[in-house]
C-alpha cells in the first residue's frame, strides 16, 4: 500500500543484433487504497457490539415489563426478608401501679368519729388511726362484765354447797358401813352363843335381821351419794356453763369497744378519709383507706383478642425508667370491660425504689416463645393478603405468592410453608396491587 498512487510507463529498450522491443510495466496491477475503510470498519463492529449490549440488558427487562400485570414504585413499598430464628409472642401494653394491699377500713359501730392522722400521712401497722364514741357500747358492756361477776360469784357459792353436800353424803355412806360392820359383828357373836346355848333362837335371829337392815341401809347409803354427787355435779356444770356463755358474751362487747380504736392493718400511708372529723357514722360505713407501700401490683388493660392466650404464671417484664423488671402474671378478670380485660402483674424481685400509686409504665407480656422458626417482619401484607398471600420479590419483580402462616406477634410473623430463608417479599399493604399476579417494581 502505497500513500500517494503512482502510474508510470517504463520503456525498456533491448537492443540485440540491432532490433528495437518495447516491454510494459506493472502498473496496471496497482490498487489504489483509501485510508477511511479501516475506520469504518471499527466503527461499524463497535456499533454491532453495543446493540448486542444493549440488547441483552434491556431484552429481560422488556419480557419483564411485557409479564407484569402492574407496575408500582419502590419508594412506596417496605422489603423484609425471611430468616430464621427465635420467635416471640407478646403483647405490649400500659400498666398501672397498683398497690397489693390497700385495704378499706369500716366503723365497727355507730357513733362520732374522730381522726387521729390526716391523709397522706405514714403510719405503721397497728398504729390507732381513729377512735369512735359509743357510750351505750360502753355501758352495755360495764353491765354484763359486772353481771359475769355475780355469775361467778353463785358458781363459786355452789361449788363450795356442793362440796359440803359431799361431805355429808360420805358421812352417811361411813355411818352405814359402820352399821352393817357392827351388825356382821354381832351376828357372829350371836353364832357362837347359839352353839354353846348362851342365848336363845330369838335374839339370834334378832341379830340376823339387824345385819340385813344394815345391808339395806349400807346399800341405799351408797347409792344416795352416787345419786346426789352426780346431781350436784350437774348443777356446778350448769352454774359453770352460765359463766362460760356470760364471759364469751364480755369478750365479745369488749372486741366490739376495741374496735371503736381503728388501726392500721399494714405499715403505709393514709389514703382517704372518706367522712369529716367528729361526724356521726353508721355501723359498716367506710371511713378511711390505708396504702402498703411495701407490696405493689402492676393492673393492666389486655385487648379481648388476647384473653384466650394469657394463663396465670406467664412471665412478663416491666421498665421502670431505665430498669427492666421481671414479673409474673397472677390474676385476669372473667370480664371484659370496653373490649378489654383487666391483668394483675406481681414483681418476682423487690419492688423498685421511688414507685408511686397509679404510675405508667410499659409492660410485655410473653404469651409464647418459639425457637429456631421461619419467619418474617409483620406488615400490612397480613391484613391486605388475609394471612394467605405474599409478594416475593426477584429481580425487581413481585409474584403472588401462597403462604401459610403460624402464630404472629406485634414485630414477627411466623411461616408455615410458602416461603423459604433468605426470600425477601414485600410487607407493605398490597391493596393497590389489585390481586395481580405479577408486579413490576420501579427504582
Known sequence: ?????????????????????????????????????????????????????????????????????????????????????????????????????????????????????????????????????????????????????????????????????????????????????AAQRELDRSQQAIEVGAITAVDYERARDNLETAQVMHKHAALDTELDNERLEFELQTRQLAVEQQALLVSDLTRQVDELSIVSPASGIVGNLLVDQKTSVTRNQAVLSVVDLSAFEIEVQVPENYVSDLALGMLAEVRAGSQLQRATLVAVSPEIVDNQVSARLRFDEPVP?????????????????????????????????????????????????????????LASVEILDGLTVGDTIIVSGTDAFDDADTVMINN
Open 1 to 181: 500500500m502505497r500513500d500517494e498512487p503512482v502510474t508510470r510507463q517504463t520503456t525498456i529498450l533491448f537492443y540485440s543484433i540491432g532490433t528495437k522491443m518495447k516491454i510494459s510495466d506493472t502498473s496496471s496491477q496497482d490498487i489504489a487504497l483509501s485510508p477511511a475503510n479501516g475506520r469504518k470498519k471499527i466503527l461499524i463492529l463497535s456499533a454491532v457490539v453495543a446493540l448486542l449490549l444493549l440488547a441483552w440488558v434491556t431484552v429481560p427487562a422488556v419480557q419483564r415489563w411485557s409479564q407484569a400485570q402492574q407496575s408500582v414504585s419502590a419508594e412506596r413499598l417496605r422489603f423484609a426478608e425471611v430468616v430464621r430464628g427465635d420467635f416471640v409472642r407478646d403483647v405490649t401494653v400500659q400498666g398501672r401501679i397498683v398497690a397489693a394491699v390497700s385495704p378499706t377500713l369500716f366503723a365497727s359501730q355507730g357513733g362520732t368519729i374522730t381522726f387521729s392522722v390526716d391523709a397522706g400521712d405514714t403510719v405503721a401497722e397497728g398504729q390507732v388511726l381513729a377512735t369512735i364514741d359509743s357510750p351505750e357500747l360502753q355501758n352495755q358492756l360495764l353491765q354484763e362484765r359486772s353481771r359475769l361477776m355475780s355469775l361467778q360469784i353463785e358458781y363459786d357459792r355452789q361449788r363450795i354447797a356442793n362440796q359440803q353436800e359431799v361431805l355429808e353424803n360420805t358421812r352417811a355412806f361411813d355411818s352405814a358401813t359402820i352399821s352393817l360392820k
Open 353 to 409: 425504689d421511688g414507685l408511686r400509686q397509679n404510675q405508667r409504665l410499659s409492660t410485655r407480656i410473653l404469651l409464647e416463645e418459639k425457637l429456631d422458626v421461619l419467619m418474617v417482619q409483620r406488615g400490612q401484607f397480613l391484613e391486605s393478603g388475609s394471612g394467605r398471600l405474599a409478594y416475593r420479590v426477584i429481580n425487581n419483580m413481585a409474584y403472588r405468592t401462597p403462604i401459610v402462616i403460624g402464630a404472629t406477634s
